[in-house]
């Protein structure tokens, strides 16, 4: 009995895994495709506006959906809205407006209620946060003194990593307003934790004196 038990096993098992090997490689997939529309939706909008729209409220893990200030009217839910480039953690993503799962698939995403990127004034805090198995996934990699540059439509500001630390999703103070700029990262942690992870890792990073560098203006070709 057992014997001929050992092959119909076999079978459940190497078909679970390939299910759960094609689901995995659905989520990627669209993830990418997310970064792919997103980098082409951010060009378009350099050049024009956006439009906003809604927000889904659906949670895959307990990472930071919105800060004790409210969204400004018209946020750009599920929008591009800056790229995020950190050589030191390899990382190349367009942020996206909103931190709902269908949003945090394509990318980073911004909390909202927190300062908008390449803003300036209050709340000076601009809080990003990601997935620790996608776009976030290298974000351990950072130590102090590691530099981040997020573009915007008013051009490029670099960072420079101040701190990091461990926190309990429990810890809002990492998204409350501050009396100087500042940029935090977000994701859970730790990383190779399976199920919804007990802890945070932030990351928070100072702007570097003098580094906004202004989008270049083409002019148009004349004859």
């Not at 009995?1 to 997939?29: D, E, K, N, Q, S």
């Not at 990601?130 to 102090?144: I, P, V």
């Not at 990091?164 to 809002?172: A, D, H, N």
Request: aromatic share 6%; glycine share 8%.
């Amino acid at each position: 009995m057992t014997v001929r038990l050992r092959p119909i096993l076999a079978a459940v098992f190497t078909v679970a895994g390939l299910v759960l090997i094609a689901i995995a490689a659905l989520h990627y997939a669209r993830a990418a495709r997310g970064q792919s529309e997103g980098r082409e939706a951010f060009e378009r909008r350099l050049a024009g506006g956006y439009t906003p729209v809604s927000q889904s409220t659906t949670r895959r893990e307990d990472l930071p959906r919105a800060a004790a200030l409210p969204a400004q009217a018209g946020y750009p839910f599920g929008q591009p809205i800056a790229k995020i480039r950190i050589p030191a953690a390899q990382m190349d993503w367009v942020v996206f407006g909103g931190t709902d799962d269908a949003t945090l698939e394509k990318g980073p995403g911004h909390v909202p209620g927190t300062a908008m990127p390449g803003s300036d004034g209050p709340p000076q805090n601009c809080v990003i946060t990601a997935h620790r198995d996608q776009h976030f996934r290298h974000l351990g990699w950072l130590r102090k003194g590691h530099v981040i540059e997020l573009e915007t439509t008013a051009g490029t500001k670099r960072y420079r990593v101040v701190s990091r630390e461990i926190v309990t999703p429990k810890t809002v103070r990492v998204l409350n307003p501050t009396p100087r700029p500042r940029l935090t990262l977000i994701t859970c942690y730790p990383f190779t934790y399976i199920g919804s992870a007990p802890k945070r890792l932030v990351v928070v990073a100072e702007p570097i004196a003098r580094a906004i560098r202004p989008r270049a203006v083409v002019a148009p070709a004349t004859r």
